[in-house]
């Protein structure tokens, strides 16, 4: 049987990160792709609104119906954006715990948005964090988290995700791509750490990589892969999807979730 992954995240209408990037990328990645939405994420210049939050009881609803008329392997939670949201997420999670967990701190989007509520943060890293095999901030996320000042290197990044560590999930991997020099990814499993390096690609348009990245590790480990090697697979889909970037002429452009099956190497 394919796995079967679910997210649990924000809708973005420009199609390029959130549940639309969860969904291809679950597509590319060959496992069945399911989605309960949290909010709608809609910032657009003509309408006066461009966030809408979805109920409770929608959210739980959507949830249900994929574990129950479907099954799930794995989950990826992404925006999750209140803390009435994570509590509900973390009481269905513990009700129905997922062989997998990817945790993805979603918090401010590539225009700007802001995607988690202050507020929401400690009941993220109090009550989500432990349940979740591996949690995947970006420097900024791991910033806020932490209510540390900047991390600017390897160092500093591999300092964060030990204390980012001690919050209870069984893996920290933590995303360098705003670094100044490379693009480095640093793996902490409690022990050691593992490190991937990628020289920097020259591109604003990154819309939806880290949702990607996440989404990747949530597919091979919902497949059987050990986190080591279903960060590996996501790095090469995610460093594809970067390089090979769709640019519409319209400030930031998406990642291309199919450029590791068109254009990786044979």
Known sequence: MIAR???????????????????????ERDVYGMAAITAIVANNPVTSEGMFTNSLEAIEAQFYTAVKNVGVDGVKTGMLFTKEIISLVVRLLEKNAPASLVVDPVMIGKMGSQLLK????????????????????????????????PITSKEEMKHAAKSLHRFGADYVIIKGG????????????????????????????????????SAAIAAELAKGAAVEQAVNIAKAYVTAAIEHALDFGKGIGSTYHAAYRKHRPR
Request: glycine content about 8%; aromatic content about 6%.
């Open 178 to 213: 705003a670094l100044p020099e490379d693009a480095v990814d640093i793996l902490y499993d409690g022990n050691g750490f593992m490190e991937w390096e990628q020289p920097r690609i020259d591109t604003i348009h990154t819309s939806g990589a880290g949702c990607s990245f």
């Open 5 to 27: 992954v679910l997210t649990v995240a924000g809708s973005a209408a420009q199609g390029s990160a959130g549940i639309q990037a969860d969904l291809k990328t679950f597509q």
């Open 118 to 149: 202050d507020d929401a943060i400690e009941e993220m890293r109090e009550r989500l964090f432990p349940l979740a095999t591996v949690i995947t901030p970006n420097l900024h996320e791991a910033e806020r988290i932490m209510e540390s000042g």
